[in-house]
Nanobody, 120 residues
Framework: QVRTVESGGGLVQPGGSLRLSCAASGRVFSVDDMGWYRQAPGKERELVAT???????KYADSVKGRFTISRDNAKNTVFLEMNALKLEDTAVYYC??????????????WGQGTQVTVSS
């Protein structure tokens, strides 16, 4: 069983910064792609950024140049550094981790979500 837990959300003013963290634990043998998604009220969940085990990244156009995704492979952890936050960045942010368990099964694990609110 794999557990994925996010942390670091909160309330910030427009133009401010936040750093989200997410760690996968439990029966994790290896981790492949890791990513962040978000869901604003009344909207569908959307991709924010992803990163492969080798470090290749992909970003939504709306966050390019403001957000940076990174990971620590030794700790099965992924980070999202968010700068120049805008009102429209307000959402619940979810971490997604894909990999292989110690039982040699693939897993696709979601965290419980962390609220990010940008407000003056």
């Amino acid at each position: 069983q794999v557990r994925t837990v996010e942390s670091g959300g909160g309330l910030v003013q427009p133009g401010g910064s936040l750093r989200l963290s997410c760690a996968a634990s439990g029966r994790v043998f290896s981790v492949d792609d890791m990513g962040w998604y978000r869901q604003a009220p009344g909207k569908e969940r959307e991709l924010v950024a992803t990163i492969t085990r080798g470090g290749s990244t992909k970003y939504a156009d709306s966050v390019k140049g403001r957000f940076t995704i990174s990971r620590d492979n030794a700790k099965n952890t992924v980070f999202l550094e968010m700068n120049a936050l805008k009102l429209e960045d307000t959402a619940v942010y979810y971490c997604n981790v894909k990999g292989t368990t110690t039982w040699v099964n693939g897993f696709d694990s979601w965290g419980q979500g962390t609220q990010v609110t940008v407000s003056s």
